[in-house]
């Protein structure tokens, strides 16, 4: 079975800090896909970034970087200078591949931002 | 671009009462996905459709159906409303397998 943990439910930053969203996740499969999600105070799930099992090389997008390590099934996330706008709930999640689709994603409890100004 | 379109936003209904979540796929996406969010919580997958047919189920009440018809388009229907049922309910789609799954903006149901 799979299963993803974010140890942190809540972190509280001041604007401008460098801030690490942890997530540890455990299958059984070989073969997988992590994502991350950015849910606003409006709702809505964001799409950040998916990760296949094989792809260990970390991601840079703008003020985002993922630091994606098998060795200890973690796939953490890291905002540089964060900024009023990044408050929400970020949530890590897990889908095992599967022959056919349909494969559903498992979520991480979530971990909720505040940054402040 | 288009995203998913999941209608409608909001929902009130009464105990006991029946409510129907519609959901249409981005355009060409052959797979469309439930899940349930309750307060305060993580997405729960209720269940998945590929090709119109059931792929895989989650924590989906008995009470609870769905279906994809042939324009991919997806229905979550959902009868005898407790109160615990209310939640924000999403709608994901995707091409095949586990690609990025895009998901809808949720209907927030609310049973009174």
């Known amino acids: 079975a799979q299963k993803v943990t974010q140890a942190q439910t809540e972190i509280s930053v001041v604007e401008k800090e460098d801030v690490t969203l942890d997530c540890v996740y455990e299958?059984?499969?070989?073969?997988?896909?992590l994502f991350w999600y950015k849910q606003p105070p409006s709702g809505e799930l964001v799409f950040l970034i998916r990760?296949?099992?094989?792809?260990?090389q970390n991601e840079i997008s703008g003020r985002y970087s993922w630091n994606f390590q098998k060795s200890t099934s973690s796939f953490n996330f890291t905002i540089t200078a964060s900024q009023v706008v990044d408050s929400a709930v970020y949530f890590c999640?897990?889908?095992?591949?599967?022959?056919?689709?349909?494969?559903?994603?498992?979520f991480g409890g979530g971990t909720r931002l505040m940054v402040k100004p | 671009a288009a995203g998913v379109i999941q209608s409608p936003r909001h929902l009130i209904k009464e105990k006991r009462e029946t409510a129907t979540l519609k959901c249409y796929p981005i355009?060409?996406?052959?797979?469309v996905y439930w899940y349930q969010q309750g307060p305060g919580q993580d997405p729960q997958f209720l269940i998945s459709?590929?090709?119109?047919?059931?792929?895989d189920k989650g924590s989906i009440p008995d009470r609870f159906s769905a279906q994809q018809f042939s324009d991919y388009h997806s229905e979550l229907n959902m009868s005898s409303l407790e109160l615990g049922d209310s939640a924000l309910y999403f709608c994901?789609?995707?091409?095949?397998?586990?690609?990025?799954?895009?998901f809808g903006q949720g209907t927030r149901l609310t049973v009174v």
């Open positions: 994901a789609s995707s091409l095949g397998g586990p690609t990025e799954a895009f």
């Open positions: 299958t059984r499969d070989t073969t997988y896909y």
């Open positions: 990760r296949n099992s094989f792809d260990e």
């Open positions: 999640a897990l889908s095992e591949a599967q022959d056919n689709a349909g494969n559903m994603l498992t």
């Open positions: 355009p060409r996406h052959d797979t």
């Open positions: 459709f590929y090709e119109k047919m059931q792929s």
